[in-house]
C-alpha cells in the first residue's frame, strides 16, 4: 500500500556572508563532500570561511541575523510572502546582509530570473529539478495556488518521462536502480500522519507518474525519494550513499533501524530552496529505515545519538504502534525522546525548540516545538511558560530528562484509552 515518507529532523545552516563571491565551506572537514548551494555561494570542504554554523543538534549556537530569522520562519510555514511583500520598497534600504538577502528573494521569488537547474550534468535530472522548483516557487509565493501548481508539475514530469534519454553507460542491475530507493511504497499524494487542520494541501500529483520518475532517476545513475514535507510536495536527489543497522534504546523499548547516510546532493527539498540556503532537512524515517545527511552529524556524539537516531527511531515506533498518528503529535513525542536523553545539548535543544515554536503555525515541527516547551516548563517549574522570559540557560538534564520521561509516556497512555486499549508499562 503506497505511503509517503514523513520528513523529521532538521538541520540550520546560518551564515554572515561578506558580499563576496567565495566560496563557504562544509560543516566537517572532510573532503569527500561536494559544495551545495548556500545563499547562492557553496558548502563544501573544510569549514573555514564565512561560516558561523548553527545545527538544531549541537550544543553551541550561532544566532540568525533578524533578516535571516524573518526569512527562515517565513521558509519553515512554507509561505514567503511577509518577506516577499516589503522587497518593492526596502530592497536597497537595509543593511548589506539584508541587501544580499533581498537581491537573491527578488531574482528568485520575485522577478523570478534565476536559472533553476542545479547542473548535475545530467539533462534529465536537471530538468525534473528545473520542474520541482517552479512549482515551489508558484506555492511559495501564492499558497493557493496549490493545485494548479500541482496540475503543472504533474503535466511537466509526464513530459520529461516521455522524453527521457537512455543514460550513458546505463547497465542492467547495477547502481542506484538496484537499491530501490525509488519504491513506489514510498509514494502517496498524502502524509502518513494525519494532516493537521492547520496544513495545507498541496495538491495532488498520481502516485503512479512518481513512481516511474523515480524509477527513471534510479536508471540514470541517481538515488531520489519523493516526500511529502508539509506543506508542500519535496524532492530529494543524491549520488551517494551508506547503510548501517542500529539497536537504539528508546524510553519504552528498544527499536532496529536501518541508517542510510546520503551524500553529494543534487536537490535537497523546498526547505532549502525557500530559504537561499540557509535550512535544510537533515533526515526523515521511513518505517524502520532511518535517512540522514552524512555531514549533518558526527557519528559518535550526542547530536547524532540524541537528534537523529532517538529522534527518527521514535517516529519509526510510533509508526507501528499508532498508525496514522497526526504529524505535530509525532514531533511532540520525538522532541520529547530527544530531550528524554539529552546530556549537554539539553539546554540548547530547549532554546532551540522555543525559537522555532509557533502554536498556529503550519509547521508540524513548529506546532509541536510550543507544546514541547510549554508542557517540559509545566513539568518542571509547575506553572506557565513565561512570555519574555528565557528559562532554559540555566536547567539541566536532571531536571529535563525526567520531566520529558512522564510526559511521553503520558502521552502514551493517551493514544493508548483513545484507541481502547489499556495502558501497559510504565517509564524507563
Known amino acids: 500500500m503506497a505511503h509517503t515518507v514523513v520528513v523529521t529532523s532538521q538541520i540550520w545552516v546560518v551564515e554572515q556572508p561578506r558580499l563576496s563571491r567565495r566560496k563557504v565551506m562544509s560543516l ?78 527578488a531574482s528568485r521569488f520575485v522577478q523570478r530570473t534565476e536559472d533553476q537547474s542545479p547542473a548535475s550534468g545530467n539533462g534529465f535530472i536537471d530538468a525534473v529539478v528545473s520542474s520541482y522548483r517552479a512549482y515551489w516557487v508558484e506555492v511559495l509565493t501564492q499558497p493557493d495556488s496549490a493545485a494548479p501548481a500541482a496540475q503543472q508539475l504533474q503535466h511537466q514530469l509526464t513530459l520529461l518521462l516521455e522524453q527521457a534519454p537512455l543514460p550513458t553507460g546505463a547497465r542492467s542491475g547495477s547502481g542506484p536502480g538496484t537499491q530501490t530507493t525509488a519504491r513506489s511504497d514510498q509514494l502517496s499524494a ?38 511529502h514535507s508539509p506543506p508542500w510536495h519535496d524532492l530529494m536527489i543524491w549520488r551517494r550513499e551508506q547503510r548501517q543497522t542500529h539497536e537504539v534504546n528508546l524510553t519504552d523499548g528498544q527499536q532496529t533501524v536501518d541508517v542510510i547516510l546520503m551524500d553529494d546532493f543534487v536537490s535537497l527539498g523546498w526547505p532549502h530552496f525557500a530559504s537561499l540556503g540557509l535550512h535544510s ?81 503550519q509547521s508540524a515541527h513548529a506546532r509541536a516545538n510550543q507544546r514541547v516547551v510549554e508542557d517540559i516548563y509545566r513539568e518542571i517549574f509547575h506553572g506557565d511558560l513565561p512570555q519574555y522570559l528565557n528559562p532554559w540557560p540555566s536547567v539541566r538534564p536532571q531536571q529535563v530528562n525526567p520531566a520529558a520521561r512522564v510526559l511521553l509516556q503520558r502521552h502514551t497512555n493517551a493514544l493508548l484509552q483513545r484507541r481502547g486499549v489499556l495502558p501497559v508499562g510504565g517509564v524507563r
Open 281 to 361: 532537512v537533515s533526515g526523515w524515517a521511513d518505517g524502520n529505515q532511518l535517512y540522514g545527511l552524512s555531514w549533518a552529524y558526527e557519528p559518535d556524539s550526542e547530536a547524532f545519538r540524541v537528534s537523529f537516531l532517538q529522534h527518527e527511531a521514535r517516529h519509526a515506533a510510533d509508526y507501528q504502534r499508532f498508525p496514522g498518528l497526526d504529524e505535530t503529535e509525532l514531533e511532540y513525542r520525538a522532541k520529547l525522546t530527544e530531550l528524554a536523553f539529552a546530556g549537554n545539548s539539553v539546554s540548547s535543544l530547549l532554546g532551540r525548540f522555543a525559537e522555532g515554536a509557533d502554536g498556529l503555525g
Open 28 to 105: 566537517k572537514g572532510n573532503n569527500r563532500h561536494k559544495p551545495i548551494d548556500l545563499l547562492g555561494w557553496s558548502i563544501g570542504p573544510p569549514l573555514r570561511l564565512l561560516l558561523p554554523v548553527l545545527l538544531l543538534c549541537c550544543s553551541t549556537a550561532t544566532r540568525a541575523q533578524p533578516g535571516e530569522q524573518a526569512l527562515l520562519d517565513a521558509a519553515l510555514n512554507g509561505d514567503l510572502r511577509p518577506v516577499l511583500q516589503p522587497l518593492t520598497t526596502n530592497l536597497h534600504d537595509s543593511s548589506l546582509l539584508q541587501q544580499e538577502l533581498n537581491q537573491r528573494l
Open 190 to 227: 498524502a502524509p502518513r500522519g494525519t494532516a493537521s487542520p492547520a496544513t495545507t494541501s498541496p495538491g495532488v500529483i498520481e502516485p503512479d507518474l512518481l513512481t516511474h520518475v523515480l524509477a527513471e532517476i534510479a536508471r540514470q545513475g541517481f538515488y531520489a525519494q519523493v516526500l
